[in-house]
Each structure stands twice: as structure tokens, then as C-alpha cells.
């Protein structure tokens, strides 16, 4: 079955830096999500990328959609502390059930 | 903005008694998920539903859970009996699946979960 995995697991960061995670696919993806959870709160939708090598940014947020459709990538340029929280990607395959996997996740966590 | 909400925010129950989680999803939306998040296993869809139609639930353990849904404004998570391993947050999320295209196309809406502690 389709696998989703993301890189890397926790990330500390200063104020100010940038951060990255990634999320890599086993199978060819349809389209990728990104969603945000806050620490206690819930998985709540960011973005949606669709079109191979699709970027688009979100103010201080760069999504990147591999020209594959089998990677993807959330870059934050200058985290504030408002940055923190868990993001997760959700890929779906072509066809099948249109049911997102989820990966694991990337906790980021940004020290003022 | 639509919200899906969930019933009850917090549990705490003792081994062996049944739990049952609920949830009304945004009206209109065809899809139906319930997921459960721990700090070991992430995110596992454990069932979904579409237009009430039971889909898979495949992620469930089948000997004591359930998941229904009775009518188009209710998903219900039952646990019969609960474990301590079964101590998790518990999201429900809805969403309108498949859409190729419009506002909100395939994006799941979560509500704010359950967190559940068995003893």
C-alpha cells in the first residue's frame, strides 16, 4: 500500500531561522495536502498541491510539489514562535479510494 | 466557518467500561473519517464513511470497536470493552471526497477531538 513518509521528525529551531520538512511518497501522488496542528489543537487544512513542480506560497510558507508527484516540501523562511506545531502532508494516489495517507508528521519547535 | 464538532472533549473512563464518541460533520459533506493520535502511531485512519455508507475499517480493532452512522448529522465511535491502550485523542474529520474541482475540494475539516484516558 501507499506509503507517506516525512522528514524529520522534530525539528528545534531559534526564532528567526528557517525550517524545512519533507514528505516523501512511495507511488506517484494525484495531488498532496498540508495541514497544521497546533500543541492540544487539531489537523487544520493549509494548502493543496495539485500540478507537478507546483510551488505556492503562503506569506512566509513555500509549499514545493516534486516534478515526479512523488515528493513534496514546506519551507518556512524566519519561524516566529506562532510557527510552532505539528505539519503533516497527505498525498493520494491516482484513482483508488481518494482517501489521503498521512505521514508522521514534523513537530516543530521554535525557542524565542 | 462550518465546523465539525465532537462529543465529548474529555474522557475518563476505567477498563472494561464502554466509551462512545460522537460527532456531527459539516453539512453537505459526503465523507466521513475517524482517526486516532497517539504519540507512538501518528495519525491512523481507523474508519471512514461515505454518504453514511460504511467504506473501510480496516484501521479498527474489530473485536471491540464500532463505528456507525445513523444519520447524515451523526458518526458515532463505540468501545466495548476499553482498554488503557485505547487511551488516545480520537479526531473525527469530514470533507467532500472525491471533488475534482471547486472551493474546498477534497480537504478534510477535523474537528477539535476526543481525549480519551482508560485507567
Known amino acids: 500500500g501507499q506509503q507517506v513518509m516525512q522528514i524529520p521528525q522534530y525539528q528545534h529551531v531559534q526564532e528567526g531561522e528557517d525550517f524545512t520538512t519533507y514528505c516523501n511518497s512511495s507511488?506517484?501522488?494525484?495531488?498532496i495536502q498540508w495541514y497544521k496542528q497546533r500543541p492540544g489543537g487539531h489537523p487544520v487544512f493549509l494548502i493543496q498541491?495539485?500540478?507537478?513542480?507546483e510551488v505556492k506560497k503562503q506569506k512566509r510558507l513555500t509549499f514545493q510539489f516534486g516534478e515526479a508527484k512523488k515528493n513534496s516540501s514546506l519551507h518556512i523562511t524566519a519561524t516566529q514562535t506562532t510557527d510552532v506545531g505539528t505539519y503533516f502532508c497527505a498525498g493520494r494516489e491516482p484513482g483508488g479510494s481518494y482517501i489521503p495517507t498521512f505521514g508522521r508528521g514534523t513537530s516543530l519547535i521554535v525557542h524565542p | 466557518d462550518a465546523r465539525v464538532t465532537q462529543t465529548p472533549r474529555h474522557k475518563v473512563t476505567e477498563m472494561g467500561q464502554e466509551v462512545t464518541m460522537r460527532c456531527q460533520p459539516i453539512?453537505?459533506?459526503?465523507?466521513v473519517f475517524w482517526y486516532r493520535q497517539t504519540m507512538m502511531q501518528g495519525l491512523e485512519l481507523l474508519a471512514y464513511f461515505r454518504n453514511r455508507a460504511p467504506l473501510d475499517d480496516s484501521g479498527m480493532p474489530k473485536d471491540r470497536f464500532s463505528a456507525e452512522m445513523p444519520d447524515a448529522t451523526l458518526a458515532t465511535l463505540k468501545i466495548q470493552p476499553s482498554e488503557p491502550r485505547d487511551s488516545a485523542v480520537y479526531f473525527c474529520?469530514?470533507?467532500?471526497?472525491?471533488?475534482?474541482?471547486?472551493?474546498?475540494?477534497?480537504?478534510?475539516?477535523f474537528g477539535a477531538g476526543s481525549r480519551l484516558t482508560v485507567l
Open positions: 507511488t506517484t501522488l494525484s495531488n
Open positions: 498541491l495539485v500540478k507537478s513542480g
Open positions: 474529520a469530514s470533507g467532500l471526497v472525491p471533488r475534482w474541482t471547486g472551493p474546498g475540494a477534497n480537504v478534510l475539516t
Open positions: 453539512l453537505g459533506h459526503n465523507t
